[in-house]
């Protein structure tokens, strides 16, 4: 086989590739709404999820959250995974903690009283701790089980202007949470074919939620993050999604980066990390087109 051939061959298995049938099923229900940044009132109360595990979700729950913060916006992170990921990424150790979202959930604690603030001016985190594992267990004979989240933001949200959740990698009762307690979702999808597995059944999920608890909340935003320019896959995937979502297709995409990985480990985000690099771009661009560009609060 010569080179060209090779070429040739993968050019064509990757003209080939096509959604999920069942992601066109329900398209439908991700149509209509508001786009992105357009007359949303503050404050904006946003679920980042998707239950398949590693696809960007934490990293763009902090870098987003935090570029809307320097934007001028105060940002409110609540990291709803016992992973602990989004508060060791904004130099918590979770480990270290006296209070976390566990005793907000399961022992009514006030949410104020978890809050913590960070490296980056208007914005803070409100952390997670391994017992959260529990919370999904231990929530199931709880009264308004569901609504443990919205309750406990309610108290805070005149606060801010913005409040990301950073969701745990399953459909589970923390999810529903956030989704109960969210107006918008926000859903990252890795550049790649099996990245849109199992976005239906994500999908279908804020539909319930949407119909039986939270009638206002909408799948307001589609992150495509970990592109990498190099592969045709990656932009048949991206063209594929924005045929088929449109404008809920946020025209910004997040570039796979070595420094956006590298920064969690540092405990802090990538506009502190390294504010010139390309991630640090990307997500300064991404939070220009989610809020509209216009800070609202300064201070
Ligand atoms: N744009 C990027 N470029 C390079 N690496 C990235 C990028 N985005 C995320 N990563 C890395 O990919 C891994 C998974 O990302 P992340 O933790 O944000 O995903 P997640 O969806 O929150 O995962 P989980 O489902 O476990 O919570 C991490 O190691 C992260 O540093
Ligand atoms: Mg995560």
């Known amino acids: 086989m010569t080179p060209e051939d090779a070429v040739s061959e993968s050019d064509s298995a990757v003209s080939a590739v096509k959604l999920p049938a069942n992601l066109m099923e329900v398209g439908a229900v991700v149509e209509g709404g508001k786009p992105i940044s357009s007359g949303r009132e503050l404050p904006r109360v946003i679920a980042v999820a998707n239950q ?47 209070v976390s979202m566990y005793d907000v959930l399961l022992q009514d604690l006030p949410l104020e009283d978890c809050v913590e603030g960070t490296a980056v001016k208007n914005l803070f985190i409100a952390p997670a701790s391994l017992d959260l594992a529990g919370a999904e267990i231990e929530l199931v004979p709880a ?28 459909l589970g009762l923390l999810t529903v949470n956030a989704l109960a307690a969210a107006t918008e979702v ?14 239906g059944q994500l999908i279908r999920n804020v539909d319930l939620v949407q119909r039986s608890l939270n009638p206002a909340l909408e799948v307001s935003a589609i992150v495509l ?65 989610v809020s509209g560009g216009t800070p609202q609060r300064v201070g």
């Open 52 to 98: 398949k595990g590693g696809v960007g979700k934490t990293t763009t729950a902090v870098n987003l959250s935090a570029c809307l913060a320097e934007l001028g916006y105060r940002t409110l992170v609540i990291d709803l995974d016992p992973q602990g990921n989004a508060s060791t990424g904004l130099g918590i150790d979770p480990r270290a903690l006296d």
């Open 225 to 289: 993050v970990m592109y990498d320019a190099r592969t045709k896959l990656a932009d048949q995937v991206a063209m594929n999604v924005r045929e088929h979502f449109g404008e809920k297709v946020c025209r910004q995409v997040v570039p796979r980066t070595v420094r956006l990985s590298e920064a969690p480990s540092f405990g802090q985000p990538i506009i502190i990390f390294d504010p010139s690099s390309r991630g640090a771009i990307a997500y300064r661009q991404l939070a220009k087109e």
């Open 143 to 170: 009264f308004s089980r569901e609504l443990k989240l919205r309750t406990a933001i309610n108290s805070v949200k005149d606060d801010y202007d913005f409040v990301l959740i950073d969701c745990p990698p399953s």
């Open 186 to 199: 926000l859903v990252p999808i890795q550049c790649e074919y099996y990245a849109l597995e199992g976005l």
